[in-house]
């Protein structure tokens, strides 16, 4: 995302800790390391489940071992966000039914595109990190699957120097402008992270429940988007890096609702 806050002229609903952050109570936390735990979201904290979806289109399972399907991803081979640290596949790795990128003290990372695009849509993941070095962000966001103006992105699940917080960002204008919403969580949890774009609206959802709301269609994407996931790099000279590691056990893409 980028860093510098514009001016919110949108309705947005930081939700605060009203409600209950979305894990599974019924389950210890060393049982949620597992890959059976971790792709198994409990019943209604997806937003798919709780308001009814339908079937996915598109996404993966990550149920194969190996390098994130090519069939699927672009993996990044680059410099790092802002030119800091690189971007290199071999900082991925799937296993056990889950996707991990690790950052490591040096800033090699990665990130990757997904090559469907669609205009208009339901984005859903389910993703945790593990105690991150705050230099570190996790992303899972929106991009533009082809040139245009006006530099939108939808960041719906995005953690930045505040460890302790999970964000929302809808970029429209490259100013940067942009509307938000932040949530205090654990992200060391598995947890599921939803967006959905119509002609009318932008919600995002954490499992399940709406965290964020968006009404200003001048605020929208104008052209088909695709999901990106990033662990990106934002070091300061001098400052030393722990590795970190972000996981996602799924991501789901739905059709936008009939009109």
């Given at each position: 995302m980028l860093g510098v806050f514009g001016l919110s002229l949108a309705a947005a609903i930081p939700l605060g800790t009203t409600w209950s952050e979305g894990h599974n109570p019924n389950l210890s936390e060393a049982a949620t390391k597992s890959s059976v735990v971790s792709k198994t979201a409990v019943k209604n904290t997806t937003a798919a489940a709780r308001y009814r979806w339908g079937k996915a289109v598109a996404?993966?399972?990550?149920?194969?071992?190996?390098?994130?399907?090519?069939?699927?991803?672009?993996?990044?081979?680059?410099?790092?966000?802002?030119?800091?640290?690189?971007?290199?596949p071999s900082a991925w790795k799937v296993s056990g039914g889950v996707a991990t990128v690790t950052g490591n003290a040096k800033g090699v990372t990665g990130g990757m595109s997904s090559r469907y695009n669609q205009k208009y849509g339901r984005w859903e993941a389910r993703m945790k990190v593990s105690r991150r070095d705050h230099k570190y962000h996790p992303n899972i966001l929106l991009w533009p699957g082809v040139r245009t103006k006006g530099c939108p992105e939808v960041d719906f699940a995005e953690s930045t120097n505040d460890t302790t917080r999970i964000k929302f960002f809808?970029?429209?204008?490259?100013?940067?402008?942009?509307?938000?919403?932040?949530?205090?969580?654990?992200?060391?949890?598995?947890?599921?992270?939803?967006?959905?774009?119509?002609?009318?609206?932008?919600?995002?959802?954490?499992?399940?429940?709406?965290?964020?709301?968006?009404?200003?269609?001048?605020?929208?994407?104008?052209?088909?988007?695709?999901?990106c996931i990033q662990l990106d790099w934002f070091r300061k000279p001098g400052q030393a890096t722990k590795p970190t590691t972000m996981s996602v056990a799924w991501i789901r893409i739905y059709k936008a609702p009939r009109r």
């Open positions: 996404g993966d399972e990550f149920n194969y071992t190996g390098a994130p399907n090519r069939t699927k991803w672009k993996v990044y081979y680059s410099r790092g966000h802002n030119n800091q640290g690189y971007r290199r809808l970029h429209y204008d490259c100013k940067p402008r942009q509307t938000r919403a932040a949530k205090v969580m654990d992200m060391t949890r598995w947890h599921n992270y939803a967006v959905e774009w119509t002609p009318t609206h932008i919600y995002g959802y954490i499992d399940g429940r709406l965290f964020f709301k968006d009404t200003n269609r001048a605020h929208f994407p104008k052209v088909p988007m695709h999901a």
